[in-house]
């Protein structure tokens, strides 16, 4: 079976300029213990929680690759490789067998058995008060087989063609460490006894997490004995951090700051397409929805759930002018689900939609709102880079449209919570596939039903039934051709035919460091100590 995977057409996209992995000029060493045995990173934020099973959180699993492992990792480029396990099959359609690396041993030095993954699979998904549970991964499976010391097999309840994908987004606990053992517990630094490339060393909620080097660790060994996590929320705190010398490296790098740190030889960077579509989500769902009114601030219908306003909003932005102009650059305009290359994206949507503001004010003239209405934009303001400034631009776009547009953008976690509680009409955000697009399809498009793991991120609450029916059959189809046939025709239905959301751009992912490292920039955002390395000195590379 082919693996769902990045294929080499990503690497040629526009965003790339050059190289994917940009690395750091030559430069000799600074000298001193600080710069040797210590790394400094600068984030935009640290985790909800340590406890790996936590949420389904990129910044939670960043951390958490850092002391655990899953069966099989993802590379760079969403690549599946061996972790713990070193290999894996479909043995049919409702199982899968998987070899355990002999030699994989817990930070305590005990091996890593089937128990092990058997007691992970069933924890991982039923962690209370998980704001984004890890079920979707773990929910397939059935029961977990052992066939010998270091191999299981596990048993699915329907052909589950990205078993091994899921797998990999689940860290493996060692049972006699972390049985019994609550989130709280985890966040105190109880359990942490992993098999990964650091240990653990402290933690603080909203501070910096500190994590040494594990020397016994099997696979690569990471250039740096300590690291450091210092969250810096604000954007240009992070950047003065790093110019002061105070971390040695930022992730999210401003798209004003971007250019200066590239052309500066004190600093080198990074860039890398990402995965993320950044994206409006419509409630289609409501009879009246709280952000929408007429131009005299009465209570109207909810016009969204007419696909010929949700085309006219989609038709009335310009997707170049947004990543020109408000992301100088750093995204890549689209009308998928998936950026180009990815398993399940359909080229013909590689364009982004057509910018037509006359036709916008026709479709809405048609729908009955020749004047428009009044219509509030939310999203947030600390989350995605030029988050704010993308809705404000939208809002404009609309204006010109006829609507009566505002804009509110609230702090991540606040952003976080309304928009679970679907307080929002319109809303920004932003979701990353994984694998493949069926991914976006399960989460964002069909209709939500959350005892079989479909629309946790529905915020809309689309529903199309002949478009469920796609996906579910997508979801079952061991055959990649066909799945990825299918694959397409759900997300051609469901953005060109329903306008189920309106796809933005894909986001640019960047990091800045100081000169003499380098870092193999990533396509899922995670910033990770362990793709950080010294530069090499000289006058090559």
Known sequence: MRLPRLRDALLATTLLAGAVLAVAAPAAAQGGGQEQDTLRIGMEAGPTSIDPHFASVITNYAY???????????????VLRPALATEW???????????????????????????????????????????????TYTRPVKSVEQVDAHTLRIHTHAPT??????????????????????????????????TGPYRYVS????????????EEFAGPKPAFR???????????????????????????????????????????????????????????????????????????????????????????INREALVSRVMQGQGLPTNDLAPPGYFGA????????????????????????PEGFAVQINGPNDRYVNDEQVVQAVGQMWSRAGLAATVETRPRGTWLSES??????????????????????????????????????????????????????????????????????????????QQALIPLYFQTNTWAMRKGLRYEARTDEMTLATSVGKAPTGNGQ
């Open 64 to 78: 958490g690759r850092h002391y655990f492992q899953p069966l099989m990792e993802q590379d760079a480029r969403q």
């Open 89 to 135: 099959r479909a043995v049919d359609d409702l199982t899968w067998e998987i070899r355990l690396n002999p030699a994989a041993r817990f930070q305590d030095g005990t091996p890593v058995t089937v128990d092990d993954v058997a007691f992970t699979i069933a924890r991982a998904g039923d962690v209370p008060n998980s704001p984004s549970s890890l079920n």
């Open 161 to 194: 063609p990205l078993m091994a994908n899921y797998l990999s987004m689940v860290m493996i606990l060692a049972k006699h460490a972390a049985e019994g053992l609550s989130t709280a517990d985890f966040n105190a630094g109880k359990g942490m006894i992993g």
């Open 203 to 214: 933690w603080t909620p909203g501070g910096v997490a500190v994590m040494e080097r594990y």
């Open 226 to 316: 300590r690291v450091e996590f210092r969250p810096i929320a604000n954007a240009g705190a992070r950047t003065a951090a790093l110019r002061a010398g105070d971390v040695d490296l930022i992730e999210i790098v401003p798209t004003d700051q971007f250019d200066r740190f590239s052309k500066d030889p004190a600093f080198a960077t990074a860039v890398s397409p990402s995965n993320r579509l950044m994206f409006l989500t419509l409630d289609s769902d409501r009879e009246v929805t709280p952000h929408i009114a007429g131009r005299d601030g009465k209570p109207i219908p909810n016009p969204l759930r007419d696909v010929r306003v949700r085309k006219a909003l989609s038709m009335a």
């Open 346 to 369: 359909s080229p013909e949507l590689a364009k982004p939609q057509t910018f037509d503001l006359p036709g916008a004010k026709k479709l809405l003239a048609e729908a009955g709102y």
């Open 420 to 497: 679970a509680q679907l307080k929002y009409s319109v809303n920004l955000s932003g979701f990353s596939p994984n694998p493949e697009v069926l991914g976006m399809l399960e989460a964002l498009i069909h209709t939500v039903d959350p005892s079989r793991g479909f629309g946790p991120a529905n915020r809309g609450r689309f529903s199309n039934a002949a478009i469920d029916r796609l996906i579910e059959q997508a979801r079952t189809t061991m055959d990649d051709r066909e799945r990825e046939r299918i694959s397409r025709e759900a997300t051609r239905m469901a953005v060109v035919e």
